[in-house]
């Protein structure tokens, strides 16, 4: 695999391709923003990584079909972008074209995950998915990072594996497609929680303990849906969960700080950005639902971004639970 198609050039995506090149591979990096493109290869940079001179085997590219003819290729757009984006690649790509998908959440339409709309779109196309803890800005500047590579394939999984990996981007491989997608789904929603606890000034005590509480939700829905225990215990589970709820570097996090000191969903939307959880938060719950899986978490965070339940009725609601064994 000598050239690799990185589909999104946000943060991510350029941070992936920058991964690649460092593997040795080409990389046609594509955006739909056509002057955005040509500035970002005009100025062999890009605002959303500040510092980051692109390697010169990242090409840019606002042609989608230049990108699809490569040999593998990594999706990294929103969730609820995916889809479309898929069809659009359907009539462009080849056949047996490998694709990693690096979103991260639940299609709020349809409850699909990311491996399933992959393929649904594009069925001739075997997929993979990528996903642990790795800001775009750690993964850019070559600092150590370790995320999970997953393809029901293992052949083909560790072929992508040391396609893209490098001793500094150490990709684990797995064929647990689901476990990897949930845990990468989950854990925004999670996130959220920690922030909004954060946010309203309580100790780092009350977070761990929320952490803790979030990661036995995520391996309860996790087991529901066919994904190991080992995989959600993994970087993609656990890892990304400490990572993600811990750090103000994470929108979703940082999402939740805004919105425990009260400043509501619009003003925290307006000042952070739309975090995936916000998406994911309310099909999330509703899967659990439908499948019994207990997550009062997840459901105190859906209740909060749907306008349902205040701050201090979520809280309310988490403490009066009834104590029982762990």
């Known amino acids: 695999m000598k050239i690799v198609g990185v589909i ?25 923003d056509v002057a955005a493109m040509a500035e970002m290869d005009a100025a062999r940079g890009t605002p959303k990584l500040p510092g980051l001179a692109l390697p010169a085997t990242i090409q840019p590219t606002a042609d989608l079909a230049e990108a699809a003819a490569s040999e593998a290729l990594i999706l990294a757009v929103p969730t609820q972008a995916l889809r479309e984006v898929c069809l659009q690649l359907a009539p462009l790509v080849k056949a047996g074209t490998p694709v990693i998908l690096a979103a991260k959440g639940i299609e709020r339409a349809s409850g699909d995950f990311v491996s399933d709309i992959a393929r649904e779109t594009l069925p001739a196309c075997p997929p993979a998915v990528l996903s642990g803890p790795g800001f775009a800005a750690d993964i850019a500047k070559a600092y150590p990072t370790a995320l999970t590579l997953a393809c029901a394939d293992a052949a083909l999984g560790q072929r992508l594996a040391k396609a893209i990996g490098s ?22 929603v999670l996130a959220i929680a920690a922030g909004v606890a954060a946010g309203r000034g309580f100790g780092e005590s009350t977070v761990a303990a929320l952490l803790a509480r ?55 939307i307006r000042d952070v950005g739309l975090a995936e959880g916000v998406w994911t938060a309310p099909i999330l719950a509703s899967m659990a639902g439908d499948k019994g899986v207990d997550m009062p978490i997840a459901a105190a965070v859906a209740d909060l971004v749907a306008g349902k339940a205040s701050i201090d009725q979520a809280i309310d609601r988490l403490l009066s639970r009834p104590l029982r064994a762990e």
Do not use: M
Request: aromatic letters at 8%.
């Open 167 to 188: 001793p500094a981007f150490r990709l684990y491989h797995s064929t647990d497609l689901r476990g990897v997608e949930i845990g990468g789904s989950a854990k925004n």
């Open 214 to 268: 979030s990661f036995a939700e995520l391996t309860r829905f996790g087991l529901a849906f066919g994904a190991r225990a080992e995989t959600l215990a993994g970087l993609s589970g656990l890892g990304d969960l400490i990572l993600t709820g811990t750090s103000s570097r994470s929108r979703n996090r940082r999402f939740g700080e805004e919105l425990g000191k009260g400043i509501g969903i619009d003003a925290a």
């Open 8 to 32: 999104g050039a946000g943060a991510f995506g350029t941070a992936l391709a920058c991964a690649a090149a460092r593997a040795g591979r080409k990389a046609q990096l594509w955006g739909r």
